[in-house]
């Protein structure tokens, strides 16, 4: 949580007659009554002016984008964003977030017009401790609505972006959308796919945990109501074209009570935040699987290979796209309960890495399937049953090692394949979890 008596001590630097102002979320939330955790800060000051007025202070002036007036302000346990009052400029139609001509300003109102939504639009003199509202938007805050600082098709015309912090910020918040708002946000929906695919991911990213931001809201279906406001503004027919493919694609009445895309909703509505991103691809593979094969047996693994480069695509940080892929591959484990105990065992095992994870994924499609969680999830009970035998849910976790190898004589070639099959029979024989049966095993195997 943000200090205010930090924040006070470095407006009391600033010159007089010219105040540090708090903007945006900090000054929302404190409206709504909750914990402010961040804080962005303007003033009239130019950043050279920002620099000559904390020169001999303790608090530090780095240059983030001077372009638009931006730097970072550091010290006694601060680190804020500080931007000069300004008016910006964009390329008609561009919605690519960058303005083309930036014009800083002594004037407040000036500088709210160009900022995104009302509710972002508010001040508050740090010193003073005052709420200053120059576009008179402290009731869009007390109505819990979004809508647009200025005309709602200049601002959404300009910055694509603007488009996707709407639905997160009505989703995070809980907040109505103003209905020209999101009338002028649908016409404008395409300038999205004109951001970064970085810029887009952060921000579905954010969209599919919106209902963990602000845990005192209790806004428990907050990131399904953000599915929905997407696909209302055509949005997932554009960044999810293999999501968007599912609609309309019956399934066996016997196992669901929906279509593919209304079963993928429910089944993220029902979904953990962990696992959000594979609920909502697990069954990409289904359309084309139905349309090249006439059933939808192997979409699981054609689902992996979809997911895997869409996640490319939007630059997904390796190892949790890595994850993705694994959940999706693996959703179907055993759908038809034919495994036995021995292979159950070896493959939870051999997935402790993401046994929760698909536990909890299983969770959460037999609820988009039926509308109900399992009675039972053998992934989740059998890997509880690993743990409480003490069983090794990795080759680190085996009674030997490979220095024992090394001592028995075992080549330098055979010991990692050797110890890999030591784990599996570990796993699958209870009896050769202890030092002596695990060094026997190697012994025979090996023939020392």
């Not at 554009?238 to 079963?263: I, M, R, T």
């Amino acid at each position: 949580m943000v200090d205010h008596k930090k924040l006070t001590k470095l407006a009391s630097f600033f010159p007089e007659g010219k105040p540090l102002y708090a903007v945006g979320g900090y000054v929302r939330d404190r409206l709504l009554g909750m914990e402010c955790h961040d804080v962005d800060v303007c003033a009239e000051l130019t950043v050279d002016e920002v620099k000559q007025a904390l020169k001999h202070t303790d608090f530090v002036v780095s240059d983030k984008n001077l372009r638009v007036g931006t730097v970072v302000i550091s010290g006694r346990g601060l680190s804020i964003e500080y931007t000069t009052f300004r008016t910006d400029s964009y390329p008609d139609g561009s919605g690519t977030h960058t303005p083309s001509e930036v014009t800083f300003t002594d004037d407040i109102k000036v500088d709210a017009l160009r900022r995104d939504f009302g509710a972002n639009a508010i001040y508050l003199d740090i010193v003073k401790d005052e709420i200053v509202d120059p576009l008179g938007r402290v009731d869009d805050v007390k109505n819990r609505i979004i809508k647009t600082a200025d005309d709602p098709d200049r601002v959404f015309s300009a910055d694509g972006h603007r488009i996707l912090r709407m639905v997160r910020f009505a989703c995070e918040l809980g907040f109505e959308i103003d209905k020209d708002t999101f009338a002028s946000a649908k016409k404008y929906a395409s300038q999205v796919k004109d951001l970064t695919v970085e810029r887009i991911y952060q921000e579905l990213d954010r969209i599919f945990v919106a209902d963990t931001r602000h845990p005192e809201l209790n806004l428990t279906d907050a990131h399904h109501r953000g599915l929905k406001l997407l696909d209302e503004l055509g949005l997932m027919e554009e960044l999810l074209p293999a999501v968007n493919a599912l609609k309309g694609l019956e399934q066996n009445p016997k196992y669901h009570l929906y279509d593919a895309y209304e079963h993928t909703l429910e089944a993220f509505k029902a979904s953990k935040p962990n696992v959000r991103w594979a609920t909502l691809l697990h069954d990409i593979g289904k359309r084309p699987c139905q349309d090249k094969y006439g059933n939808t047996y192997v979409h699981a693994s054609v689902g992996a290979d979809m997911a895997k480069d869409i996640l490319a695509y939007y630059k997904m940080p390796k190892q949790k796209a890595k994850r993705v892929y694994d959940l999706v591959f693996n959703h179907m484990v055993n759908i038809n309960r034919n495994m036995s105990k021995a292979k159950l065992d070896w493959f939870v095992a051999e997935h402790a890495g993401i046994a929760s994870d698909l536990a909890d994924l299983i969770d959460a499609d037999t609820y988009g399937a039926m509308g109900a969680y399992p009675e039972e999830n053998f992934v989740r009970e059998t890997l509880n049953q690993l743990i409480e035998e003490n069983a090794p849910l990795s080759v680190k976790d085996l009674p030997v090692t490979g220095r024992d190898l090394i001592d028995m004589g075992v080549e330098d070639r055979d010991r990692g394949m050797m110890l890999y099959e030591l784990w599996r029979e570990c796993i699958m024989n209870p009896a050769l979890r202890t030092r002596e049966k695990a060094l026997q095993y190697v012994a025979k195997r090996s023939g020392k």
